[in-house]
């Protein structure tokens, strides 16, 4: 760098990719929130990365993966030009591209569509189907206490 004579805020500048770690991006307009695990930042472009420690499927990517990339992705559009895809990478140097279509996207505002119909529901929705991803769920205790869930559905006026 010193060859090139770049220091300090030059250098900053010069430097591509810019990496952002642990990112934590919001849209007020999507209702979404969430932390990039890394965000390659090129001149022209911004790239989504997620880490994953579980299995990869055979090929691609399971679908809730890919689902919050995409969702990642929309939400960096607000302050990044962002490329058509970006990757999973789950263990084992196991990297999958997830391509940024339209019919992703249309997905992913179904599904964001289908999550405020349920927060305006005055029903509590059944627990998930595969119970595997309630032993890894951060809302687990609450979720499966039924005097807690009792008492916070009364105070929201909520059929539990
Ligand atoms: S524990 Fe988590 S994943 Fe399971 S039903 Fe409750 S909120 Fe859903």
Redesign the pocket.
């Known amino acids: 760098m010193s060859d090139n004579n770049l220091f300090g805020k030059a250098l900053w500048n010069a430097l591509e990719p810019k990496i952002l770690s642990e990112h934590k991006v919001s849209s007020v307009k999507l209702c979404l929130v969430g932390v990039v695990d890394r965000v390659e930042v090129y001149n022209d472009k911004a790239i989504p990365f997620e880490i994953k420690s579980g299995r990869a499927p055979s090929e691609g990517v399971w679908s809730n993966h890919k689902l919050q990339l995409a969702a990642y992705s929309l939400i960096l559009r607000d302050k990044f030009e962002v490329s058509n895809h970006g990757y999973i990478d789950y263990i084992g140097n196991n990297r999958r591209k997830v391509v940024f279509n339209e019919f992703l996207e249309s997905e992913l505002r179904d599904k964001i569509r289908g999550a405020k119909t349920l927060l305006k529901s005055i029903r509590v929705p059944p ?2 189907e595969n119970k595997r ?2 032993d890894v ?1 951060n ?2 205790d609450m ?2 206490d039924k005097v807690f869930m009792k008492k916070a559905g009364s105070e929201k006026n909520l059929k539990v």
Do not use: T
Request: charged share 10%; proline share 0%; with cysteine.
């Open positions: 627990h998930v991803k309630c769920c809302l687990h979720c499966y």
